[in-house]
Protein backbone atom coordinates (compact mmCIF):
# COMPACT_ATOMS: atom_id res chain seq x y z
CA UNK A 1 0.00 0.00 0.00
CA UNK A 2 0.96 3.22 -0.58
CA UNK A 3 2.59 5.26 2.57
CA UNK A 4 3.27 8.96 2.19
CA UNK A 5 5.56 10.46 4.01
CA UNK A 6 3.58 12.52 7.24
CA UNK A 7 5.31 15.64 6.02
CA UNK A 8 4.23 15.57 2.19
CA UNK A 9 0.52 15.61 3.39
CA UNK A 10 0.20 16.23 7.39
CA UNK A 11 0.39 20.47 6.67
CA UNK A 12 -1.19 21.12 3.29
CA UNK A 13 -3.79 18.44 4.24
CA UNK A 14 -4.57 19.60 7.67
CA UNK A 15 -7.50 21.55 6.24
CA UNK A 16 -9.21 17.78 5.63
CA UNK A 17 -9.88 18.22 9.39
CA UNK A 18 -12.09 21.04 9.15
CA UNK A 19 -14.08 19.66 6.41
CA UNK A 20 -15.00 16.34 8.16
CA UNK A 21 -14.90 17.59 11.56
CA UNK A 22 -17.22 20.88 10.77
CA UNK A 23 -19.20 19.79 8.99
CA UNK A 24 -14.91 27.35 -5.50
CA UNK A 25 -16.78 24.74 -6.92
CA UNK A 26 -17.22 23.98 -10.90
CA UNK A 27 -19.97 25.04 -12.89
CA UNK A 28 -22.72 22.32 -13.70
CA UNK A 29 -22.11 23.70 -17.34
CA UNK A 30 -18.32 22.84 -17.14
CA UNK A 31 -19.02 19.16 -15.37
CA UNK A 32 -21.78 18.91 -17.87
CA UNK A 33 -19.71 18.98 -20.80
CA UNK A 34 -17.19 16.54 -19.52
CA UNK A 35 -20.65 14.05 -19.15
CA UNK A 36 -21.72 14.27 -22.69
CA UNK A 37 -18.41 13.85 -24.34
CA UNK A 38 -16.36 10.51 -24.63
CA UNK A 39 -19.21 8.13 -24.38
CA UNK A 40 -18.08 4.92 -22.92
CA UNK A 41 -19.28 1.34 -23.80
CA UNK A 42 -18.80 -1.44 -21.52
CA UNK A 43 -18.60 -4.58 -23.29
CA UNK A 44 -20.54 -7.38 -22.74
CA UNK A 45 -18.61 -10.13 -21.57
CA UNK A 46 -16.90 -10.20 -18.40
CA UNK A 47 -13.47 -10.64 -19.27
CA UNK A 48 -14.06 -7.89 -21.64
CA UNK A 49 -15.96 -5.80 -19.65
CA UNK A 50 -13.12 -5.92 -17.01
CA UNK A 51 -10.01 -5.74 -19.32
CA UNK A 52 -11.61 -2.76 -21.13
CA UNK A 53 -12.61 -0.68 -17.07
CA UNK A 54 -8.00 -1.05 -16.63
CA UNK A 55 -7.14 -0.30 -20.01
CA UNK A 56 -9.66 2.79 -18.83
CA UNK A 57 -8.05 3.29 -15.59
CA UNK A 58 -4.43 3.02 -17.07
CA UNK A 59 -5.37 6.39 -19.10
CA UNK A 60 -6.93 7.84 -15.56
CA UNK A 61 -10.34 8.01 -16.98
CA UNK A 62 -12.50 7.90 -13.90
CA UNK A 63 -15.57 8.10 -15.64
CA UNK A 64 -15.34 4.40 -16.56
CA UNK A 65 -15.72 3.42 -12.41
CA UNK A 66 -19.19 5.15 -12.98
CA UNK A 67 -20.15 3.71 -16.31
CA UNK A 68 -18.86 -0.06 -15.10
CA UNK A 69 -21.88 0.20 -12.06
CA UNK A 70 -25.44 -0.73 -12.79
CA UNK A 71 -27.79 1.64 -13.51
CA UNK A 72 -29.46 1.41 -10.04
CA UNK A 73 -25.92 1.96 -8.09
CA UNK A 74 -25.67 4.85 -10.11
CA UNK A 75 -29.51 6.04 -9.17
CA UNK A 76 -28.57 5.38 -5.71
CA UNK A 77 -24.95 7.17 -5.55
CA UNK A 78 -26.74 10.26 -6.90
CA UNK A 79 -29.90 10.20 -4.68
CA UNK A 80 -27.32 9.32 -1.59
CA UNK A 81 -25.01 12.49 -2.33
CA UNK A 82 -28.10 14.70 -3.04
CA UNK A 83 -29.81 13.41 0.44
CA UNK A 84 -26.41 14.55 2.24
CA UNK A 85 -26.81 18.19 0.20
CA UNK A 86 -30.63 18.54 1.63
CA UNK A 87 -29.53 17.12 5.65
CA UNK A 88 -26.10 19.38 5.54
CA UNK A 89 -26.07 22.97 6.61
CA UNK A 90 -25.35 24.86 3.67
CA UNK A 91 -23.16 27.60 5.36
CA UNK A 92 -21.21 25.30 7.78
CA UNK A 93 -20.49 23.01 4.98
CA UNK A 94 -19.65 25.73 2.27
CA UNK A 95 -17.15 27.54 4.34
CA UNK A 96 -15.49 23.90 5.66
CA UNK A 97 -14.24 23.67 1.65
CA UNK A 98 -13.99 27.33 1.43
CA UNK A 99 -11.49 27.28 4.00
CA UNK A 100 -10.07 23.70 3.14
CA UNK A 101 -9.23 25.80 -0.05
CA UNK A 102 -7.74 28.59 1.85
CA UNK A 103 -5.65 26.84 3.52
CA UNK A 104 -4.05 25.05 0.40
CA UNK A 105 -3.38 28.64 -0.86
CA UNK A 106 -1.61 30.18 1.98
CA UNK A 107 0.44 27.12 2.46
CA UNK A 108 1.57 27.05 -1.05
CA UNK A 109 2.73 30.73 -0.60
CA UNK A 110 4.82 29.92 1.95
CA UNK A 111 5.51 26.02 0.80
CA UNK A 112 9.18 26.84 1.80
CA UNK A 113 8.46 27.10 4.85
CA UNK A 114 6.26 24.13 5.01
CA UNK A 115 9.39 22.30 3.46
CA UNK A 116 11.49 22.97 6.49
CA UNK A 117 9.40 23.51 9.30
CA UNK A 118 10.21 20.77 12.11
CA UNK A 119 6.40 20.88 13.67
CA UNK A 120 5.16 17.48 12.11
CA UNK A 121 8.57 14.89 13.22
CA UNK A 122 11.78 15.80 13.56
CA UNK A 123 14.02 18.59 11.58
CA UNK A 124 13.46 17.69 8.10
CA UNK A 125 16.95 16.70 5.97
CA UNK A 126 17.55 17.09 2.67
CA UNK A 127 16.47 14.34 1.51
CA UNK A 128 13.23 14.85 3.27
CA UNK A 129 13.21 18.08 1.45
CA UNK A 130 13.38 16.76 -1.88
CA UNK A 131 10.40 14.01 -1.22
CA UNK A 132 8.41 17.17 0.16
CA UNK A 133 9.18 19.59 -2.79
CA UNK A 134 8.66 16.96 -5.73
CA UNK A 135 5.43 15.41 -4.10
CA UNK A 136 3.84 18.85 -3.55
CA UNK A 137 2.13 19.76 -7.26
CA UNK A 138 0.45 16.32 -6.60
CA UNK A 139 -0.41 17.33 -3.29
CA UNK A 140 -1.99 20.93 -4.19
CA UNK A 141 -3.83 19.10 -7.62
CA UNK A 142 -5.66 16.78 -5.71
CA UNK A 143 -6.95 19.80 -2.59
CA UNK A 144 -8.04 21.18 -5.88
CA UNK A 145 -9.99 18.80 -7.71
CA UNK A 146 -12.10 18.49 -4.64
CA UNK A 147 -12.24 21.91 -3.42
CA UNK A 148 -13.79 23.01 -6.79
CA UNK A 149 -15.64 19.54 -7.02
CA UNK A 150 -19.44 19.54 -7.24
CA UNK A 151 -19.27 17.82 -3.63
CA UNK A 152 -17.89 21.53 -2.73
CA UNK A 153 -21.17 23.11 -1.66
CA UNK A 154 -23.99 22.04 -0.76
CA UNK A 155 -25.85 23.55 -4.12
CA UNK A 156 -23.68 20.91 -5.55
CA UNK A 157 -24.47 17.90 -3.54
CA UNK A 158 -27.82 19.05 -3.94
CA UNK A 159 -27.54 18.78 -7.50
CA UNK A 160 -25.12 15.69 -7.85
CA UNK A 161 -24.16 14.18 -11.00
CA UNK A 162 -22.23 10.73 -10.51
CA UNK A 163 -21.46 10.99 -13.78
CA UNK A 164 -20.06 13.97 -14.23
CA UNK A 165 -18.13 13.61 -10.98
CA UNK A 166 -16.78 10.64 -11.91
CA UNK A 167 -15.27 11.92 -14.89
CA UNK A 168 -14.01 15.37 -13.79
CA UNK A 169 -13.14 14.92 -9.98
CA UNK A 170 -12.39 11.48 -9.80
CA UNK A 171 -9.98 11.08 -13.16
CA UNK A 172 -8.20 13.89 -11.35
CA UNK A 173 -7.91 12.25 -7.70
CA UNK A 174 -7.14 9.21 -9.88
CA UNK A 175 -3.84 10.57 -11.67
CA UNK A 176 -2.65 12.74 -8.17
CA UNK A 177 -3.04 9.81 -6.38
CA UNK A 178 -1.02 7.52 -8.84
CA UNK A 179 2.08 10.57 -9.11
CA UNK A 180 2.48 10.49 -5.27
CA UNK A 181 1.95 6.66 -5.13
CA UNK A 182 5.62 6.61 -7.32
CA UNK A 183 7.32 9.01 -5.51
CA UNK A 184 7.42 6.67 -2.40
CA UNK A 185 10.35 4.24 -2.96
CA UNK A 186 8.60 1.70 -0.88
CA UNK A 187 5.83 1.47 -3.05
CA UNK A 188 5.86 -1.60 -5.63
CA UNK A 189 2.66 -0.67 -7.28
CA UNK A 190 0.58 -1.25 -8.99
CA UNK A 191 0.53 2.10 -10.72
CA UNK A 192 -1.97 3.39 -13.41
CA UNK A 193 0.40 2.49 -16.39
CA UNK A 194 0.78 -1.04 -14.59
CA UNK A 195 -2.88 -1.21 -16.18
CA UNK A 196 -2.22 -0.92 -19.38
CA UNK A 197 -1.03 -4.48 -19.74
CA UNK A 198 -2.92 -6.23 -17.39
CA UNK A 199 -4.65 -9.42 -18.33
CA UNK A 200 -8.01 -10.88 -18.01
CA UNK A 201 -8.88 -14.45 -18.43
CA UNK A 202 -12.32 -16.02 -18.50
CA UNK A 203 -11.97 -19.13 -16.13
CA UNK A 204 -15.25 -20.61 -15.75
CA UNK A 205 -19.15 -19.28 -15.58
CA UNK A 206 -22.56 -18.71 -16.66
CA UNK A 207 -24.65 -16.37 -17.59
CA UNK A 208 -25.38 -14.53 -14.40
CA UNK A 209 -21.48 -15.25 -12.55
CA UNK A 210 -18.16 -15.50 -13.88
CA UNK A 211 -14.98 -16.50 -12.46
CA UNK A 212 -12.09 -14.76 -13.82
CA UNK A 213 -7.90 -14.65 -13.08
CA UNK A 214 -6.46 -11.10 -13.87
CA UNK A 215 -2.84 -10.56 -14.24
CA UNK A 216 -1.21 -7.20 -13.54
CA UNK A 217 2.42 -6.94 -14.09
CA UNK A 218 4.94 -7.34 -11.02
CA UNK A 219 1.94 -8.83 -9.45
CA UNK A 220 0.60 -11.91 -8.22
CA UNK A 221 -2.18 -13.38 -10.47
CA UNK A 222 -6.00 -13.01 -8.27
CA UNK A 223 -9.22 -14.58 -8.75
CA UNK A 224 -11.91 -12.48 -8.73
CA UNK A 225 -15.90 -13.92 -8.80
CA UNK A 226 -18.38 -11.47 -10.70
CA UNK A 227 -21.99 -11.47 -10.70
CA UNK A 228 -24.38 -9.67 -13.61
CA UNK A 229 -26.41 -7.02 -12.05
CA UNK A 230 -28.82 -5.88 -14.60
CA UNK A 231 -26.60 -5.56 -17.30
CA UNK A 232 -22.77 -4.39 -15.72
CA UNK A 233 -20.69 -7.08 -14.27
CA UNK A 234 -19.75 -6.55 -10.29
CA UNK A 235 -17.95 -8.02 -7.88
CA UNK A 236 -19.78 -10.78 -5.47
CA UNK A 237 -18.82 -9.54 -2.84
CA UNK A 238 -19.82 -5.42 -3.73
CA UNK A 239 -23.21 -7.22 -5.23
CA UNK A 240 -23.92 -8.83 -1.55
CA UNK A 241 -23.23 -5.55 0.55
CA UNK A 242 -24.59 -3.05 -1.49
CA UNK A 243 -28.28 -2.62 -0.14
CA UNK A 244 -27.10 -3.25 3.53
CA UNK A 245 -24.52 -0.26 2.48
CA UNK A 246 -27.05 2.10 0.88
CA UNK A 247 -29.40 1.59 4.07
CA UNK A 248 -27.35 1.88 5.89
CA UNK A 249 -26.27 5.13 4.66
CA UNK A 250 -29.45 6.94 4.27
CA UNK A 251 -30.13 5.87 7.28
CA UNK A 252 -27.60 7.97 9.17
CA UNK A 253 -28.04 11.13 6.62
CA UNK A 254 -32.01 10.99 7.85
CA UNK A 255 -30.92 11.28 11.55
CA UNK A 256 -28.64 13.92 11.17
CA UNK A 257 -30.94 16.62 13.74
CA UNK A 258 -30.87 19.86 12.18
CA UNK A 259 -31.59 21.83 15.73
CA UNK A 260 -28.30 20.27 17.27
CA UNK A 261 -26.70 21.47 14.18
CA UNK A 262 -28.65 25.09 15.47
CA UNK A 263 -27.20 25.15 18.54
CA UNK A 264 -23.87 24.91 17.85
CA UNK A 265 -23.60 26.86 14.39
CA UNK A 266 -22.49 29.75 16.57
CA UNK A 267 -19.78 28.31 17.73
CA UNK A 268 -18.52 26.47 14.68
CA UNK A 269 -18.58 29.62 12.84
CA UNK A 270 -16.72 31.66 15.18
CA UNK A 271 -14.36 28.44 15.31
CA UNK A 272 -14.17 29.57 10.90
CA UNK A 273 -13.32 32.79 11.80
CA UNK A 274 -10.37 32.27 14.27
CA UNK A 275 -8.92 29.87 11.56
CA UNK A 276 -8.95 32.78 9.21
CA UNK A 277 -7.19 34.74 12.08
CA UNK A 278 -4.55 32.26 11.96
CA UNK A 279 -3.84 32.33 8.03
CA UNK A 280 -3.60 35.35 7.87
CA UNK A 281 -0.57 35.28 10.23
CA UNK A 282 0.83 32.47 8.64
CA UNK A 283 0.98 34.15 5.06
CA UNK A 284 2.17 37.05 6.07
CA UNK A 285 5.02 35.27 8.20
CA UNK A 286 8.65 36.44 7.38
CA UNK A 287 10.80 33.70 8.67
CA UNK A 288 10.77 30.17 9.85
CA UNK A 289 10.16 30.98 13.30
CA UNK A 290 6.98 33.10 12.76
CA UNK A 291 5.58 30.21 10.39
CA UNK A 292 5.93 27.87 12.87
CA UNK A 293 4.40 29.58 15.77
CA UNK A 294 1.37 30.54 13.80
CA UNK A 295 0.80 27.22 12.45
CA UNK A 296 0.73 26.04 16.36
CA UNK A 297 -1.53 28.81 16.95
CA UNK A 298 -4.04 26.86 14.60
CA UNK A 299 -3.89 24.16 16.82
CA UNK A 300 -6.47 25.17 19.07
CA UNK A 301 -8.95 26.20 16.63
CA UNK A 302 -9.10 22.97 14.83
CA UNK A 303 -9.07 21.21 18.08
CA UNK A 304 -12.36 23.16 18.40
CA UNK A 305 -13.48 21.93 15.44
CA UNK A 306 -12.86 18.48 16.59
CA UNK A 307 -14.58 18.81 19.60
CA UNK A 308 -17.99 20.04 17.86
CA UNK A 309 -17.76 17.56 15.11
CA UNK A 310 -21.39 15.68 16.40
CA UNK A 311 -22.47 19.30 15.37
CA UNK A 312 -22.92 18.19 11.71
CA UNK A 313 -25.59 15.26 12.43
CA UNK A 314 -24.24 13.57 15.83
CA UNK A 315 -22.17 11.37 14.73
CA UNK A 316 -19.44 10.77 11.73
CA UNK A 317 -20.45 11.14 8.21
CA UNK A 318 -22.51 7.87 6.76
CA UNK A 319 -19.85 5.75 4.86
CA UNK A 320 -20.86 5.85 0.80
CA UNK A 321 -21.07 2.49 -0.43
CA UNK A 322 -18.06 0.79 -2.32
CA UNK A 323 -17.45 1.85 -5.97
CA UNK A 324 -16.52 -0.99 -8.20
CA UNK A 325 -13.26 -2.31 -7.27
CA UNK A 326 -10.27 -4.10 -9.24
CA UNK A 327 -7.36 -5.96 -7.69
CA UNK A 328 -5.09 -4.40 -5.34
CA UNK A 329 -4.42 -0.75 -6.55
CA UNK A 330 -2.53 1.39 -3.54
CA UNK A 331 -2.41 4.48 -5.41
CA UNK A 332 -6.40 5.25 -6.48
CA UNK A 333 -9.75 4.35 -6.35
CA UNK A 334 -10.64 0.85 -7.47
CA UNK A 335 -12.69 -0.42 -10.50
CA UNK A 336 -15.42 -3.86 -11.18
Do not use: H
Not at 192 to 207: C, F, I, N, P, R
Request: aromatic share 6%.
Amino acid sequence: MMKPSPKILALPLLAGALCFTACGEKSDATEGAAASSDEINIPDAPDAALQFVLSEIAEGKGGVLWEAMPASYQDEVNAIAQLAGSKIDAEIYDKAFSTIKRVASVLDKQKEFVFNTSLVGEAPDEEEIAKVRASWPSVMDLVNALTTSSISSAAGLQSFKGEAFFKDTVSAVLTDMDALARLQPENEGPFLSDMKDAQVEYVEGTDSEATLNITIPGQETETKTVVKVEDRWVPQEMAASWEAQTTEARTKLEAIDPAQLTKQKPQIMSVFAMIEGVLTQIEAAESQQQFDQAVQSAMMPIMGLMMMGQGMGGGRAPDMPAAPEIPEMPSAPSAP
